[in-house]
T-cell receptor
Framework: DTGVSQDPRHKITKRGQNVTFRCDPI?????LYWYRQTLGQGPEFLTY????????KSRLLSDRFSAERPKGSFSTLEIQRTEQGDSAMYLC????????????????FGPGTRLTVL | AQSVTQLDSQVPVFEEAPVELRCNYS??????LFWYVQYPNQGLQLLLK??????LVKGINGFEAEFNKSQTSFHLRKPSVHISDTAEYFC???????????FGAGTRLTVKP
């Protein structure tokens, strides 16, 4: 399967613990996005990378959240000191986009990681 | 910044009936418009998109949508639904650089036999 993959698919943790999620984009896609989707809502943009550079971060991304894409391939999203309000589906998407390219480039979504904080 | 409003949170409909899922957007700049479908425990799948040109856009699974700039709407339609169309549907808008996609809250379509 050459689509976007995410690991784990489900994570249950206790409040205060740290969690880390991984996203593997489609090969050769240079842009990678993270979204959060809470129950009954649409996905909300968190951050995105162009290769290894993190170019934009939403104000939703508090200082407990950190994302990395060290080699411009897979990415990790870490949440420190989890809170019950962090319970959500975390979606990753990737696309191939040239810098300052005004053309459309489809984002392909992974299956998501569902986080439950007890 | 752009935003999206999906006017119906739930739409129940009988099999083989037509359906329309409504979406309005707000933006001060030119945008792209999308409809995505999400089945339980799965990621998002692109149904169709409006980039430019013809305002009537056809997508997968028999869905179509019409871009109406004056009404800032992008309603999704299907003339005859199937049980398998039961899912959550999201309307989305992005700027032309496609790096800030905003989604609506979703419409749950339930097709009943």
């Amino acid at each position: 399967d050459t689509g976007v993959s995410q690991d784990p698919r489900h994570k249950i943790t206790k409040r205060g613990q740290n969690v880390t999620f991984r996203c593997d984009p489609i090969s050769e896609h240079n842009r990678l996005y993270w979204y959060r989707q809470t129950l009954g809502q649409g996905p909300e943009f968190l951050t995105y990378f162009q290769n290894e550079a993190q170019l934009e971060k939403s104000r939703l991304l508090s200082d407990r959240f950190s994302a990395e894409r060290p080699k411009g391939s897979f990415s990790t999203l870490e949440i420190q000191r989890t809170e019950q309000g962090d319970s959500a589906m975390y979606l990753c998407a990737s696309s191939y986009t040239l810098p300052r390219d005004g053309n459309y480039n489809e984002q392909f979504f992974g299956p998501g990681t569902r986080l439950t904080v007890l | 910044a752009q935003s999206v409003t999906q006017l119906d949170s739930q739409v129940p409909v009988f099999e083989e009936a037509p359906v329309e899922l409504r979406c309005n957007y707000s933006s001060s700049v030119s945008v792209y418009l999308f409809w995505y479908v999400q089945y339980p425990n799965q990621g998002l799948q692109l149904l169709l998109k409006y980039l430019s040109g013809s305002t009537l856009v056809k997508g997968i699974n028999g869905f179509e949508a019409e871009f109406n700039k004056s009404q800032t709407s992008f309603h999704l339609r299907k003339p005859s639904v199937h049980i398998s169309d039961t899912a959550e549907y999201f309307c989305a808008v992005s700027d032309l650089a496609n790096n800030d996609m905003r989604f609506g809250a979703g419409t749950r379509l339930t097709v009943k036999p």
